[in-house]
């Protein structure tokens, strides 16, 4: 079951992430309000809903602020109608980038998004493009701690349905099919392993280095670029980022 994590190595910087709580919030907000909207306010009886949830407290999202999005979508409190978009298109070097949204203004989103690629050197292209390079999998990530037995949380997370186990330097990574991934998630969560990313993901099926130095400045622009903007909620691609790569 072992062997090297791709997504591990496609991840863009934790670090930077972090400096950006405030925005992973409104991003986090926006994917709850839209869940409960279209399939209710009960995340028993709504996947979505639960799926956005649990994301938001592994990333410690105040309850105040998911209850808040919680309502919005179910119409207790006013809020915006967002729409759900995606866009493929290439980076520097040929880089295979996947982009989900949701936004409330399609036109000006595609705007924004079609300049960062012009800007640092790739192109948007046309639905399907580049979707086919990736399998939506399911992603958990339980850091390294000493209580925890690698062995026995393998064969617990084999038994739960995983298709797929790696031991990281940090982490352990669980890998399952997208119709698998509740139960995987829900069965590790009452045998007490809590999670520091639990989501459901677009994982390459191969990836591609960049030699060039200015491909690498670019391809990171662009990233930070498209994740800096309000309206992308997640940035996928094929790039073998460099470990040394500053953040």
Known sequence: MAGHSKWANIKHRKGRQDAKRAKIFTKLARAITVAAREGGADPEYNTALKNAIEKAKAQNMPNDNIERAIKKGSGELEGVNYEEITYEGYGPGGIAVLVEGLTDNKNRTAAD???????????????????????????LLIDKKDEIDEEELMMEAIEAGAEDFNTEDEYYEIITTPEDFSEVRDNL??????FST?????????????????????????IDALEDNDDVQNVYHNWDMPEDLDA
């Open 189 to 194: 969560k009452e045998a007490g392993y809590t």
């Open 198 to 222: 639990a989501e459901l993901t677009y994982i390459p099926q191969n990836t591609q280095e960049l030699s060039d130095e200015g491909d690498i400045k670019n391809m990171s622009k662009l």
């Open 113 to 139: 998004v079609r300049h960062y690629f012009s800007k640092f050197g790739g192109n948007l292209g046309a639905n399907g493009c580049v979707s086919w390079m990736f399998d939506r999998k399911g992603i």
